[in-house]
């Protein structure tokens, strides 16, 4: 499977039901379902979405205040897509993005720190 990797912060091309599908393919639930996730991803200054092959395979989103500080959220890779690169992708999408700000804090679940 090594077919490019393309990476947009476009909120008006994402499939939320895809987004949906990923959580729960890393069991963490319904993250309480679209509107709650549309908000959660509307609601933050920097966004990522990877696809291969215009299918969603992951997603990450930076809170910040735009000038000094930053904080990683949810940076998620279908399951059946983990081990490929897409996840550091994602960070160094949201990392770019964020370059300006002085400290940027990564939220993990504990042991997938040094694969973020």
């Given at each position: 499977m090594n077919t490019v990797i393309a990476f947009h912060d476009d909120l008006e091309r994402v499939d939320w039901q895809a987004v949906a599908d990923i959580y729960r393919s890393v069991q963490w639930g319904q993250r309480g379902g679209r509107k709650?996730?549309?908000?959660?991803?509307?609601?933050?200054?920097?966004?990522?979405?990877?696809y291969r092959g215009g299918e969603l395979v992951g997603f990450g989103k930076m809170m910040s205040?735009?000038?000094?500080?930053?904080?990683?959220?949810?940076?998620?890779?279908?399951?059946?897509?983990?081990?490929?690169?897409?996840?550091?992708?994602?960070?160094?999408?949201?990392?770019?993005?964020?370059?300006?700000?002085s400290l940027i804090t990564l939220f993990a679940v504990p042991g997938k720190e040094e694969t973020a």
């Open positions: 709650i996730i549309i908000t959660s991803f509307t609601n933050v200054r920097y966004t990522c979405f990877a205040d735009g000038v000094k500080y930053g904080a990683i959220y949810d940076v998620v890779v279908h399951r059946d897509h983990h081990h490929q690169g897409i996840g550091e992708g994602i960070m160094r999408w949201l990392l770019d993005k964020g370059a300006d700000l």
